[in-house]
């Protein structure tokens, strides 16, 4: 098995050199004695000081972390790199080729107008500008501390065995475990995102997890046999949530969703649906058994006739409420003349607020209780 795994991987390392815009802050940037001041915390911090504005700085460091998100989107970290399966090594490897020319493109960027920054915080900080030249570094020195490169290399299972050593071995037998563990984890995050509270419909943006953790998966099943089940389990659910789409799913939809993000968040389920013990259907139909049911109580009239079901758009109809006579003489209701309007009115009140007798309450939109 250790052997399928180390010859159907390859381990990406990629190298990225940020320079921080920071130099030395030395004794002599510091104004000491009874009148002296310290350089403000927006261009000195303990040990160094910002030659120019953080901020032009910010693209490398997005840069790295959409590196990061991407080799964990499709691979596993592995001796301080990434291992991804052999059949996307064209992929990938574009993929960081393309971030690479992206990084260059803004250094060559960021170096173009580097004096113009250094003066720029100069002028920012003019009681500082002294400190701040007495740092400044030479462009080609810049230039030399910002760089990305990767590479990529595989180990077979002929190099372990004529080596001697089976660390690497031994690491790679974990993997899939690790693997499962994120699968599990994932899921539940999903369910307390999307799924937790119980509205009976699931928002498309499950889907982008799901999808992402599907494809990685597939791409890693030579770790674990299991894996196999587990992505046609992911293929259940995204049958309901197609690309073009960004409807929420309801009905069958959502309770089969539902069951396949509630299997893969439980590691005890995982292994009982790899074994057969339970299945989609399953955990789908006791979802819909113990889910919420529309409210569909009927009114009663308050006049204590038989029951009718309510309708929000005829309450201003009811038979107790005479609207030409309430409106008959103004004067007479303000004053309290009229008994039988008063009455008429609480009647009308007592159907929409639900009363005192256990009337129920009339809502102006179907609902989930």
């Given at each position: 098995?250790?052997?399928?795994?180390?010859?159907?991987?390859?381990?990406?390392?990629?190298?990225?050199?940020?320079?921080?815009?920071?130099?030395?802050?030395?004794?002599?940037?510091?104004?000491?004695?009874?009148?002296?001041?310290?350089?403000?915390?927006?261009?000195?911090?303990?040990?160094?000081?910002?030659?120019?504005?953080?901020?032009?700085?910010?693209?490398?460091?997005?840069?790295?972390?959409?590196?990061?998100?991407?080799?964990?989107?499709?691979?596993?970290?592995?001796?301080?790199?990434?291992?991804?399966?052999?059949?996307?090594?064209?992929?990938?490897?574009?993929?960081?080729?393309?971030?690479?020319?992206?990084?260059?493109?803004?250094?060559?960027?960021?170096?173009?107008?580097?004096?113009?920054?250094?003066?720029?915080?100069?002028?920012?900080?003019?009681?500082?500008?002294?400190?701040?030249?007495?740092?400044?570094?030479?462009?080609?020195?810049?230039?030399?501390?910002?760089?990305?490169?990767?590479?990529?290399?595989?180990?077979?299972?002929?190099?372990?065995?004529?080596?001697?050593?089976?660390?690497?071995?031994?690491?790679?037998?974990?993997?899939?475990?690790?693997?499962?563990?994120?699968?599990?984890?994932?899921?539940g995050e999903?369910?307390?995102?999307?799924?937790?509270?119980?509205?009976?419909?699931?928002?498309?943006?499950v889907r982008?997890?799901?999808?992402?953790?599907?494809?990685?998966?597939?791409?890693?099943?030579?770790?674990?046999?299991?894996?196999?089940?587990?992505v046609q389990?992911?293929?259940?659910?995204?049958?309901?949530?197609?690309?073009?789409?960004?409807?929420?799913?309801?009905?069958?939809?959502?309770?089969?969703?539902?069951?396949?993000?509630?299997?893969?968040?439980?590691?005890?389920?995982?292994?009982?649906?790899?074994?057969?013990?339970?299945?989609?259907?399953?955990?789908?139909?006791?979802?819909?058994?113990?889910?919420?049911?529309?409210?569909?109580?009927?009114?009663?009239?308050?006049?204590?006739?038989?029951?009718?079901?309510?309708?929000?758009?005829?309450?201003?109809?009811?038979?107790?409420?005479?609207?030409?006579?309430?409106?008959?003489?103004?004067?007479?209701?303000?004053?309290?003349?009229?008994?039988?309007?008063?009455?008429?009115?609480?009647?009308?009140?007592?159907?929409?607020?639900?009363?005192?007798?256990?009337?129920?309450?009339?809502?102006?939109?179907?609902?989930?209780?």
């Open positions: 098995m250790t052997a399928t795994v180390l010859d159907q991987m390859a381990i990406f390392h990629v190298d990225f050199d940020i320079w921080t815009g920071k130099a030395r802050l030395t004794a002599k940037d510091l104004r000491l004695g009874s009148d002296g001041e310290i350089p403000p915390a927006s261009l000195a911090t303990l040990g160094s000081k910002n030659i120019c504005d953080p901020k032009l700085l910010r693209a490398f460091g997005a840069i790295k972390q959409r590196m990061v998100r991407y080799m964990d989107a499709v691979g596993m970290r592995f001796m301080n790199g990434f291992a991804v399966p052999i059949s996307r090594l064209d992929e990938v490897s574009g993929e960081l080729n393309a971030l690479r020319d992206e990084f260059y493109r803004a250094r060559d960027a960021f170096l173009r107008s580097y004096d113009t920054a250094v003066s720029d915080w100069c002028s920012s900080n003019p009681e500082w500008a002294d400190i701040i030249r007495d740092g400044v570094m030479s462009r080609d020195r810049v230039a030399d501390r910002l760089g990305m490169n990767w590479e990529v290399f595989q180990i077979t299972n002929g190099d372990v065995q004529a080596s001697g050593t089976h660390g690497v071995e031994n690491k790679a037998r974990k993997l899939g475990g690790d693997l499962l563990q994120e699968v599990i984890s994932t899921a999903t369910y307390s995102t999307h799924l937790a509270k119980p509205t009976l419909r699931v928002s498309f943006r982008k997890p799901l999808k992402q953790m599907r494809d990685k998966v597939d791409g890693l099943s030579f770790l674990d046999i299991r894996f196999k089940s587990l389990l992911m293929d259940e659910a995204l049958r309901f949530l197609p690309e073009d789409s960004k409807e929420p799913v309801e009905g069958e939809g959502y309770f089969r969703i539902s069951a396949v993000i509630q299997i893969l968040a439980d590691e005890s389920k995982v292994e009982d649906f790899v074994k057969g013990d339970t299945s989609v259907d399953t955990v789908a139909k006791a979802i819909q058994s113990n889910a919420p049911v529309e409210s569909s109580k009927p009114t009663k009239a308050a006049s204590g006739d038989a029951p009718k079901e309510s309708n929000p758009d005829d309450l201003l109809s009811t038979s107790s409420f005479d609207e030409e006579e309430m409106f008959a003489d103004l004067d007479e209701v303000f004053s309290g003349m009229s008994d039988s309007v008063g009455n008429m009115s609480a009647d009308h009140a007592q159907v929409v607020s639900g009363g005192h007798d256990g009337t129920p309450h009339v809502s102006r939109g179907s609902g989930y209780f």
